[in-house]
């Protein structure tokens, strides 16, 4: 197919007038603009913007979209169809737009309190309304992106199809950057109106400002348009009026000045404020100004004014050092958030189209449902989308053609993943002694991609070609299509995933592997008591002990545990069956580490029961006037270590710890936070290990198969970068309560433990990914160890991880044959069974660039920049992986318009049908907390997100980038209500909103809530009798109390952590945390509001094409 065959989906932007106030705004302080470089012969940055509607000149299409005929020039973007000038009444110009006005005073900024440090998580942003189409077809989003009216000037006249828009009717001073109101947008429907006949073009002018408006009108004559020179005839509005003389530009050489000098989002009239007037917003606590430029630090961290030196600077905003401009007159536009991409939108509609029907896996190259859509999954010969996920199901067939896109190629892989009751888990296939069937040369084990030749006794390796001959027990005959007759009955030959039985000839040494251990080390120091953590892990282990994890549950687990206690020094048990009370053994010389005990330390449960029980009831009551506060580190892993080499098996070590490991030990650490590096190029050295010592113990525990769980519970620095080293890379988890406190924190660190404990895993696992010829697995991110560059080893595997790899060509491939990709994992079961799990995955390939983009997912792509980003900290300044992150996107959007759009306006941003949520989703990822942290975000916290994340699935990273807000109106039946986007602009003063990051559950409660909602969640009609400290909803007998705890519980139930609750009331302090997780606004530590990086985005996309 042609790359300009399919059809395009047009977004004609609309823009609002400036709205009315409403109390819960965000304002221009939120969307507010960044400043620019000073070489730029542009109009200053950007212009606040206000709400408005969005065009729907016709139909929205499902999603994904199907392709059809090219569309002509006269169906391309007519920028004025799409727009309302002034605040009159509205024309045909479609429906769906609803008229709104907005004025605003500015006020003054005030300092932001502290933001709680245990929540440190990044920015996500939550769905939309509907997304606004016009006539256009369906397969590329293109926006109007026109320069702002610099100089203010009132807009020209509307066509002679409009009338004349009225007058602002509101004369105080001009809207700000200051933080705003946004109105509620009423939707109104209005006959659709005919298109204007021909297509606008715009005078020539330099590259557009960084985040420069979405702005419907045409530049002002007396100053240059952010277009090329090739268009150079600006459209003809009848009887429009040339705009006033502007006045001299403003120009900042970077971001804002902090207080006491004016913010940079602040008006002439802010910098000397005016008395309040009666519709003046209330003061947004500590609002930065906008987010530098990506020539001043890719969104990085604020420099200062340079003295002596003009540079761009905001609308309104001061120009310290140099000459004052007149003051702007208060008619500027802003693009209209319901007019760009939503993704609520997106997410409804996938929801509509994919979730009544299973998805079969037998078509090559499908691109599966999202994943926040539920679907049943039908394996018909490729993996699961809940094992494998690809960032696109159609790759290029040459190198050239995949750098020329720069779309990544990569799966993100969780090979042990949960399968919901609906669906079969992976069939067992024993060959007996003779093992798994494999080819030849690669290796490869057998799967559906193999091709049996010769009447069934050889078969054709579907990755190498090469031919290998059918051992005589696995022969079978074939039928008239050249299939074996019983293909359906053998699970490799038919379906994606499946697992073998291995033999002893893939265990280490030749032997059959032992069930494996798990070891309790309780830290015991002075904090870890006195917070009640260490009470609270010994109460909980008596009954835990029960659900340790096995194969059969209605048989008894096998895994033997073990226990230890330390601080300065460490503390074994003997809890043998035969003894009356438990005996301590005490190690101190941790500077040479040994197990004093073989016999009874690692025993079975059931045996010793009485014993150990009677020990976790004692632990409590010997430490509990303990004076000692230091601790060691490193020694409790060695101990852990030589314990399960004693007892030839693997396992996993649970740590519970509480503090910085500076008792003489190896492993001792030191103090080394220093804020003073951050957005330093000297930033990486913090997420870098103090020293090499963990680095070689993580290598020994590898080798043994012992995996090590962390758990945190510190009240100042710990150093997470060095002591998640071990976790990381045995394929463990750490886990942080920073600050715990056993009534506030106790229900969400026992059900992270108890699920930790019960979950599904593998031990001692080694996993290898095949390609077919013309690719190769590249590179690997996760949480495990490689010794050479093929074999991905893992201490433990669980449930919950992935591995996410990247390929690249080596040569060409076929678009006739595609590309395939298996996954094999050889582990231990808990039941002490060496496996090989299996995942297969074929693609298609193609030759155009058009097939490549449409066949994208982008939530995979998020996934994949972002533990791309995240790792790259280690040895990268974090203003040049923002950078990196930045361009690449703008180049897959380039290449795209380049190569596959329908020639257009350069004031139309134009992205891919399968992409167009990339620019919010990937703003997302600059804002978050470990690229972009607010002044309050520890280098702890940074460091275990980004540990975090290493080992997300699509799913949970997802979530955790863009958080899901559900306005809790009507819980009828058992539908979720529908999410709105996340943005301040979406609550209502009147509503309650439930909001889920992934790591954290929000319930915000409006100041004005309605007393029958508040009573049927929290027992109590008023607003101020709430408490704003629980974390449980009172259990009230009615039908939208019981609906909201079920949903509260499924959402926790999906998610790997355990989400705890936290009751937002509107203007409380905890205010400031909740919104810092509304990410399409803009944040308070400098990061862009989607609005205005979409114009970035924009502003990038045109330079790479120039």
């Known amino acids: 197919m042609h790359p300009l065959c399919f059809k395009p989906v047009v977004i004609a932007v609309r823009f ?63 920028q004025m169809s799409g727009m309302q000038v002034g605040s009159g009444p509205l024309t045909s110009a479609g429906p769906g737009y609803a008229p709104s006005l907005q004025s605003v005073l500015p006020t003054p900024l005030q300092p932001l309190p502290p933001i709680h440090k245990l929540l440190t998580q990044c920015l996500v942003p939550p769905p939309s309304l509907p997304l606004p189409v016009s006539l256009q077809p369906p397969n590329l989003t293109m926006m109007a992106l026109l320069p702002l009216n610099n100089n203010l000037s009132p807009p020209p006249p509307p066509p002679p199809s409009q009338p004349f828009p009225s007058s602002s009717p509101y004369s105080g001073p001009p809207p700000s950057s200051q933080p705003r109101a946004p109105a509620v947008s009423r939707q109104q429907s209005f006959p659709p109106g005919p298109p204007p006949p021909v297509q606008q073009t715009f005078p020539n002018s330099a590259p557009p400002p960084v985040s420069q408006a979405l702005y419907s009108g045409p530049p002002p004559s007396s100053q240059p348009g952010p277009f090329p020179p090739t268009f150079a005839s600006p459209a003809q509005y009848p009887a429009a009026q040339p705009p006033s003389q502007p006045g001299p530009p403003h120009f900042h050489s970077g971001p804002p000045p902090q207080c006491p000098m004016p913010p940079p989002s602040m008006s002439q009239q802010q910098a000397n404020p005016l008395p309040p007037g009666p519709m003046q917003q209330p003061p947004q606590p500590g609002m930065h100004g906008g987010y530098p430029t990506q020539q001043n630090g890719a969104f990085g961290q604020p420099r200062g004014p340079q003295p002596g030196y003009a540079g761009p600077q905001y609308p309104g905003q001061q120009n310290y050092g140099a000459v004052p401009a007149p003051t702007p007159a208060p008619t500027q536009k802003r693009l209209d958030p319901d007019s760009i991409p939503s ?116 078969f054709q390796c579907g990755f190498c070609s090469c031919v290998t001959d059918v051992p005589p027990h696995y022969f079978q005959h074939l039928d008239h299509t050249g299939k074996r007759v019983d293909c359906c009955d053998r699970p490799e030959l038919s379906l994606g995933s499946y697992e073998f039985v291995a033999t002893v000839d893939y265990c280490k040494n030749n032997k059959l592997p032992q069930p494996p251990s798990f070891i309790f080390f309780i830290d015991v120091s002075y904090n870890a008591v006195k917070s009640g953590m260490v009470n609270i892990v010994c109460q909980e282990l008596k009954t835990l002990l029960d659900y340790l994890p096995r194969e059969n549950p209605e048989a008894d687990s096998v895994v033997r545990v073990g226990f230890v206690t330390y601080n300065k020094v460490l503390h074994f048990y003997n809890v043998k069956s035969s003894l009356a009370q438990p005996q301590m053994m005490v190690v101190s010389d941790v500077s040479d580490m040994f197990l004093p005990l073989l016999d009874g330390f690692l025993v079975n449960v059931n045996d010793s029961r009485m014993v150990i ?35 030839d098996c693997a396992g996993k070590l649970f740590l519970f710890h509480s503090s910085l490991p500076i008792a003489e030990a190896p492993g001792k650490l030191k103090n080394r936070e220093d804020k003073k590096l951050v957005g330093t190029d000297k930033e990486k050295s913090l997420f870098q290990p103090q020293s090499g010592f963990y680095s070689n113990l993580s290598k020994e525990c590898v080798a043994q198969g012992c995996c090590v769980d962390l758990f945190l519970f510190p009240n100042q620095y710990v150093d997470v970068a060095t002591l998640g080293v071990v976790p990381v890379s045995t394929g463990g988890s750490v886990y942080k309560y920073t600050y715990f406190q056993a009534e506030m924190d106790r229900e969400r660190f026992l059900n992270d433990l108890r699920r930790d404990v019960q979950k599904p895993m593998g031990f001692d696992a080694v996993m290898r990914v095949r390609t077919s010829t013309g690719i190769r697995a590249t590179d690997f991110f996760g949480s495990f160890f490689m010794s050479n560059t093929t074999d991905v080893e893992l201490a433990g595997l669980d449930c919950d991880k992935t591995v996410t790899v990247e390929f690249r060509h080596d040569d060409k491939l076929s678009e006739d044959t595609g590309a395939l990709m298996q996954c094999a994992v050889l582990y231990t079961s808990c039941s002490g069974q060496r496996r090989l799990r299996v995942h297969n995955m074929a693609v298609n390939c193609c030759s155009q660039l058009a097939d490549l983009y449409r066949n994208c997912e982008t939530d995979t792509i998020i996934n994949f920049f972002s533990k791309y980003a995240y790792r790259s900290l280690l040895n990268t300044p974090t203003k040049t992986v923002r ?4 361009n690449q996107c703008a180049q897959i959007l380039a290449c795209y318009r380049k190569n596959c759009a329908s020639p257009s306006s350069a004031g139309q941003l134009i992205l891919p049908e399968c992409m167009k949520l990339l620019p919010v989703y990937l703003n997302c990822v600059l804002k978050s907390d470990v690229l972009q942290p607010g002044a309050d975000v520890s280098v702890d916290d940074r460091a275990y997100l980004r540990q975090l994340l290493s080992c997300m699935d699509v799913s949970e990273s997802h979530v955790f980038f863009y958080p899901r807000l559900l306005p809790l109106v009507k819980l009828d039946g058992g539908s979720l209500p ?56 009172p259990e009230l007998d009615n039908p939208f109390s019981q609906r909201l705890r079920e949903i509260i519980d499924s959402f926790r139930s999906q998610r790997s952590r355990y989400m705890k609750l936290m009751v937002v009331k509107q203007e409380d302090k905890a205010e400031l945390i909740f919104k810092h997780f509304l990410c399409e606004d803009k944040s308070a530590s400098g990061g862009a509001s989607y609005v205005d990086f979409l114009c970035h985005m924009h502003k990038e996309i045109r330079q790479l094409l120039s």
């Open 613 to 647: 029980e009677s020990l976790l009831d004692q632990i409590p009551e010997m430490f509990a006037d303990t004076r000692e506060t230091e601790t060691v580190f490193g020694p409790v892993i060695q101990a852990g270590l030589e314990a399960l080499k004693a007892a």
């Open 16 to 78: 609002s007038t400036n709205q009315a106030y409403s109390q819960y705004a965000q304002g221009d302080i939120q969307n507010g603009p960044p400043p620019m470089d000073h070489s730029m012969a542009q109009p200053p940055v950007c212009q606040p913007y206000s709400h408005g509607a969005m065009n729907l000149s016709g139909p929205h299409p499902s999603y994904p979209q199907q392709y059809g005929v090219q569309p002509s020039m006269q169906q391309m973007t007519n």
């Open 978 to 1033: 529908m999410a709105v986007r996340n943005s301040e602009e979406r609550l209502s003063k009147g509503g309650v909103y439930l909001l889920e990051t992934g790591l954290y559950l929000f319930l915000w409660v409006g100041a004005n809530a309605q007393q029958e909602l508040l009573s049927n969640i929290f027992g109590t009609p008023t607003f101020s009798q709430i408490d704003p400290n629980m974390t449980s909803l």
């Open 343 to 458: 993704p609520i939108q997106v997410i409804e509609d996938d929801r509509a189209n994919k979730s009544s029907e299973p998805f079969t896996t037998g078509v090559k190259g499908q691109t599966p449902p999202l994943v926040t859509t539920n679907f049943q999954v039908k394996d018909q010969g490729n993996a699961s989308p809940r094992f494998v996920r690809c960032t696109a199901y159609n790759i290029p067939c040459t190198a050239d053609m995949a750098k020329q896109s720069q779309v990544p190629l990569a799966a993100v892989i969780k090979p042990l993943a949960m399968l919901p009751p609906d669906e079969t888990r992976p069939y067992m296939v024993d060959h007996g002694e003779a093992g798994p069937i494999r080819c030849n040369r690669c290796k490869a084990y057998m799967c559906p991609y193999m091709q049996f030749i010769e009447g069934g006794r050889r």
């Open 883 to 886: 950078d990196t992150l930045v």
